[in-house]
């Protein structure tokens, strides 16, 4: 079964740049989408289609995918952006989802 | 704007069948360009995709779960659902209902609040 493959954590300072990345075999040939999810709330998508942002989302997030990972980053990275960072793409006709990025910004 | 509740039963016995509802609002389920999915997640761990359901005809489950779970559609009330039988302690978790793209590099764009249910005696 295909996999994705995140680090657990990661830590960024105010202000500074969170690059979350995520793994798979041949990941640049499918599409990625990124999810954030807050402590006790549902996750919502900010990047879909690897770089793609939906309505709402601010500018400082962004996506790029190529070779074997996807990377997830956020630029002037705020407070408010504390949250658990979930990648996922699709083996076929099914779902994966990676294990999920802790960022602490502090 | 769509809006996904998730309905059903708190707890549920171990051996027994977990069902639960999701009633879309904002958006109708046969609609052309969406599937409908379900997603879990065990307290404290990641998401698990279960599977999605397409009202034309289509249905998708995670290769894991397949043996035990189904999704079905029921249009004149808008609404999805999901059936897992002989469920165990390892299925206590948030089930979310999410309406997912059909379009190429399917996404999930919108969520449901999700209903923790528990499986114990």
């Known amino acids: 079964s295909y996999e994705l493959t995140q680090p657990p954590s990661a830590s960024v300072s105010p202000g500074q740049t969170a690059s979350i990345t995520c793994s798979g075999h041949?990941?640049?040939?499918?599409?990625v989408s990124w999810y954030q999810q807050k402590s006790g709330q549902s996750p919502v998508q900010v990047i879909y289609?690897?770089?793609k942002r939906p309505s709402g989302i601010p500018e400082r997030f962004s996506g790029s995918n190529s070779g074997d990972t996807a990377t997830l980053t956020i630029t002037e990275t705020q407070p408010m952006d504390e949250a658990d960072y979930y990648c996922?793409?699709?083996?076929?006709?099914?779902?994966?989802f990676g294990g999920g990025t802790k960022l602490t910004v502090l | 704007q769509v809006q996904l509740q998730e309905s059903g039963p708190g707890l549920v016995k171990p051996s027994q069948t977990l069902s639960l509802t999701c009633t879309v609002s904002g958006d109708s389920i046969s609609s052309s360009r969406y599937y409908w999915s379900w997603i879990r997640q065990p307290p404290g761990k990641g998401l698990e995709w279960i599977g999605r359901v397409y009202t034309r005809g289509t249905t998708n489950y995670n290769p894991s779960l397949e043996s035990r779970v189904t999704l079905s559609a029921d249009t004149s009330k808008n609404q999805i659902s999901l059936n897992l039988i002989s469920v165990t302690a390892a299925d206590t978790a948030v089930y979310y209902c999410?309406?997912?793209?059909?379009?190429?590099?399917?996404?999930?764009?919108?969520w449901g609040q999700g209903i923790l249910v528990t499986v114990s005696s």
């Open positions: 999410a309406r997912t793209t059909v379009i190429a590099g399917p996404h999930f764009d919108f």
């Open positions: 996922q793409a699709w083996d076929s006709t099914y779902a994966v």
């Open positions: 041949k990941l640049g040939d499918k599409s």
């Open positions: 289609r690897d770089y």
